[in-house]
């Protein structure tokens, strides 16, 4: 007879994800009686310190939310304000506003690939012990993170927290012979690309298919990125401005995020659910690469996520080279910005999701009120019915350590950010 | 080109953080610098180390980098650290949002992208933080750390595994 197990596992603080949290799952009679995904970084209060500055200060004072996902903030906030003045930018704006959003996934997920997720299927602690195991795969994983973070210089100046977006456009077109010369490192880069694709496709990935709905942005005729209508798995189709007749937040006492919900429940957003609801846009290259990994649409094993960010990283460079092949500078990189008082609301996929802006300004363009819904938000409720169904299955009467390290490998698989959520491990195991 | 030798100052906008950003302007500022032939010498400040200053030191024949240190030691104290001194374990690193200096180095090392010399200059940090600038402690360092900087460029003998300014408590 199996003795009846009590466990208590606290995690106090999760390594390898973006920002601070913690874990903690509490174990009755063989079941997980509580568990809590912890958010304790305090409020950032980004929304607040908006109210009051004018429309041109937001996309520089959005990029400090995150240092990782700048560029995302920015486009949506430059979107979401366009829309409330009635601005149409021009197609060479959109254009190079997704050609520069291209270099954020392709770092984003460069980086989360080899720095923080990898060691979980390697069998490491950590990128530096995988460094010594498999150097020429990390050096791969750095070079092609360093030439998203070149994309983005090419529009933003700088990689962190970039300058070069405005409402309206670009505050500058980049030199011909600059883009040039990053489109023949692109090309270069493809093959690298293909090898980590191939790469993390050849990971031990466990079998834990689960049922959730996927939301991400879509578009018709392309891989949605930087613009397009929000859907869902169940055929939910939404303007952006629509988002709050369909979407929630609320609050939990465990954590400073506030846990997002659809329909009264858990939802994913980010690469996988990109792949499942977009996978038929993908360029045939990449949908031949994407067959090759063995991938089946819909995937319903979170774990393949790490397979789908390398699959969108050589997606990206292959849908940057598309748009700056062609490359032609533009004498008016914005157009003319007339404030009104209004109300706009946008979303763009960032590199783990959906993010969601609305403003309401004032006749002069000054922020009234905002609204930021980062895709970790929206993920929390998801991460934590994804952590009780896999602990579960993969058996609470495991050594405490062993469910720690699964807890942290379920959790990374989203790329939390929570940094950027705050409004994340530590895991606490309370087994009884 | 990309100059042999490079001096990168790290830090942040607060307090004595934002030492390695100062003494890069003054750096760049200095009659020595502009003396320099051109191509040979680059200063550049980063707002955080991570995978950016790998690439930063990239084909570098000599990296000297520049931040500010809490050790224990006297606030103001200036220091050379050689890379094989630093200590740190896997497990320490956290976040592509807060791999540390140190974690960088030992990053670099293991996947053979240092460059075949690499320079450490820290100065101690000040036990009270400002977020308008530098203590004063902090803020006397300056001039002797720019002169080890110098000395170390120059390839001068005066620069020792040692402290090589001790700095003082402030009063």
């Known amino acids: 007879m199996t003795e009846a197990r009590h466990l208590s596992i606290r995690v106090p603080l999760l390594a390898r994800v973006e920002g601070e949290g913690a874990l903690d799952v509490a174990i009755r009679d063989g079941a997980i009686a509580e568990l809590k995904l912890r958010i304790y970084e305090p409020p950032r209060l980004f929304e607040q310190l908006l109210q009051g500055r004018s429309f041109a200060e937001v996309p520089d004072i959005v990029a400090r939310i995150c240092g990782i996902c700048p560029v995302a903030y920015q486009m949506t906030a430059v ?21 520069m959003y291209c270099g954020e996934w392709i770092q984003s997920h460069a980086l989360h690939i080899h720095l923080l997720a990898a060691p979980d299927f390697l069998g490491v602690d950590s990128v530096i012990a995988l460094s010594s195991k498999q150097p020429e795969a990390v050096r791969r994983g750095l070079h092609l993170q360093a030439l998203g973070n070149e994309l983005i210089e090419l529009f933003g100046g700088r990689s962190v927290h970039p300058v070069g977006v405005c409402v309206g456009g670009f505050h500058r077109a980049p030199h011909p012979r600059d883009v040039a010369a990053l489109v023949e490192k692109l090309h270069a880069a493809l093959p690298q690309a293909l090898e980590l694709a191939h790469w993390t496709a050849g990971f031990p990935i466990p079998d834990d298919g689960q049922d959730f709905t996927c939301v991400a942005l879509r578009q018709p005729d392309r891989y949605a990125m930087d613009a397009g209508r929000i859907g869902a798995s169940d055929g939910l189709e939404i303007d952006a401005s629509e988002y709050q007749a369909h979407f929630s937040e609320h609050q939990v006492s465990h954590s400073t995020a506030l846990h997002s919900q659809y329909r009264s429940g858990a939802y994913l957003c980010g690469p996988l659910a990109r792949l499942n609801l977009n996978g038929e846009c993908l360029p045939q290259p990449v949908r031949e690469v994407l067959e090759h990994t063995g991938i089946g649409l819909p995937c319903r094993n979170m774990f393949q996520s790490i397979v789908a960010r390398s699959i969108e990283i050589y997606f990206a460079l292959l849908e940057a080279i598309r748009i700056l092949e062609s490359y032609v500078p533009s004498d008016t990189p914005a157009v003319a910005v007339t404030p009104r008082a209004g109300t706009g609301a946008a979303a763009t996929e960032a590199p783990r999701g959906l993010l969601w802006h609305r403003y309401e300004t004032d006749d002069r363009g000054r922020i009234l009120h905002a609204r930021i819904v980062p895709p970790t938000s929206q993920n929390q409720a998801r991460i934590e019915q994804d952590l009780k169904a896999s602990l579960e299955a993969f058996g609470l009467q495991r050594p405490e350590n062993e469910l720690r390290r699964r807890g942290e490998a ?23 | ?19 390695g950003w100062i003494a890069v302007d003054l750096i760049r500022d200095s009659a020595w610098y502009r003396s320099r032939a051109a191509g040979s010498l680059s200063a550049q400040a980063f707002d955080r180390p991570g995978p950016a200053l790998l690439a930063a030191m990239d084909g570098a024949a000599h990296a000297v980098l520049i931040d500010a240190m809490q050790s224990g030691a006297a606030p103001g104290t200036v220091r050379k650290v050689e890379l094989d001194r630093l200590e740190i374990s896997a497990d320490r690193f956290a976040s592509g949002h807060s791999l540390g200096l140190a974690d960088t180095l030992i ?4 996947l053979g992208l240092l460059p075949p010399r690499i320079t450490l200059m820290t100065v101690e940090r000040g ?32 620069v020792l595994d040692r402290p090589l300014f001790s700095g003082r408590p402030l009063p």
Not at chain 1, 412 to 430: E, K, M, Q, V, W
Not at chain 2, 138 to 149: F, G, S
């Open chain 2, 1 to 19: 080109m990309k100059a042999r030798t490079r001096i990168l100052g790290v830090g942040s906008p607060f307090g004595d953080d934002r030492l």
């Open chain 2, 107 to 110: 990053l670099g090392k293991a």
């Open chain 1, 79 to 99: 979107q979401a304000l366009e829309n409330a003045f009635g601005v149409q930018v021009s197609g060479w704006a959109q254009d190079m506003r997704r050609a």
């Open chain 2, 127 to 158: 036990c009270e933080q400002s977020q308008d600038g530098l203590t004063a402690a902090v803020h006397a360092a300056l001039l002797p750390l720019l002169k080890c900087v110098r000395a170390c460029v120059n390839d001068e003998e005066s």
């Open chain 1, 410 to 432: 379920v959790i990374r698989n989203y790329d939390p950010c929570i940094s950027c959520a705050t409004h994340f491990l530590r895991l606490t195991l309370d087994r009884r």
